[in-house]
T-cell receptor, first 113, second 114 residues
Framework: QKEVEQDPGPLSVPEGAIVSLNCTYSNSAFQYFMWYRQYSRKGPELLMY????GNKEDGRFTAQVDKSSKYISLFIRDSQPSDSATYLCAMSADWNSGYALNFGKGTSLLVTP | DAGVTQSPTHLIKTRGQQVTLRCSPKSGHDTVSWYQQALGQGPQFIFQYYEEEERQRGNFPDRFSGHQFPNYSSELNVNALWLGDSALYLC?????????????FGPGTRLTVL
């Protein structure tokens, strides 16, 4: 079993829809949780960064972390065609681990006009 | 303010050859991490350099080695290339401070091994 599980999709939604992306993990030492967006053949772009459990909102994006369930989510409101990309969840343990990021496989999202 | 830069953009090598990839971190960052991303997969952690030393290493063979220079830029070297090394190699930079784990990625170097 991989430490981080993420449904690869693809996920196709119409423009304006609310998108829900999620990951599960098995390592209870993970404390930092991130979502990256990656366009085809480009480097990942940091979208959301959270520490421990709770919610964080930034514009159209909301990240949720539930450490008790080992489950994290990213919600995208009013989705746009420009949101079409692969979304990667990533997480790391503490300073002693070097904060090495453990990634899911990524979910491919297509927002159609 | 330049973000993370990597060179070259693309590289084609043959089996058994050696390759060197380069990374310049985001201004103000002193920590560089390298990741390998195979097609259709998430990035895999190779190693991290902080204060010119390898601070943490992932599950990669000794054929993968690196270096960090006094200006915090870094190199990734891969010896004895084989077909399975074909991937997008990503560099991420961050501040080497406890409690700060925001890692910013460069555009990557796409390595093809024939």
């Amino acid at each position: 079993q991989k430490e981080v599980e993420q449904d690869p999709g693809p996920l196709s939604v119409p423009e304006g829809a609310i998108v829900s992306l999620n990951c599960t993990y098995s390592n209870s030492a993970f404390q930092y949780f991130m979502w990256y967006r990656q366009y085809s053949r480009k480097g990942p772009e940091l979208l959301m960064y959270t520490y421990s459990s709770g919610n964080k909102e930034d514009g159209r994006f909301t990240a949720q972390v539930d450490k008790s369930s080992k489950y994290i989510s990213l919600f995208i409101r009013d989705s746009q065609p420009s949101d079409s990309a692969t979304y990667l969840c990533a997480m790391s343990a503490d300073w002693n681990s070097g904060y090495a990021l453990n990634f899911g496989k990524g979910t491919s999202l297509l927002v159609t006009p | 303010d330049a973000g993370v830069t990597q060179s070259p953009t693309h590289l084609i090598k043959t089996r058994g050859q050696q390759v060197t990839l380069r990374c310049s971190p985001k201004s103000g960052h002193d920590t560089v991490s390298w990741y390998q991303q195979a097609l259709g997969q998430g990035p895999q952690f190779i190693f991290q350099y902080y204060e010119e030393e390898e601070r943490q290493r992932g599950n990669f063979p000794d054929r993968f080695s690196g270096h960090q220079f006094p200006n915090y830029s870094s190199e990734l070297n891969v010896n004895a290339l084989w077909l399975g090394d074909s991937a997008l190699y990503l560099c991420a930079s961050s501040l080497g401070l406890p409690g700060d784990n925001e890692q910013f990625f460069g555009p990557g170097t796409r390595l093809t091994v024939l």
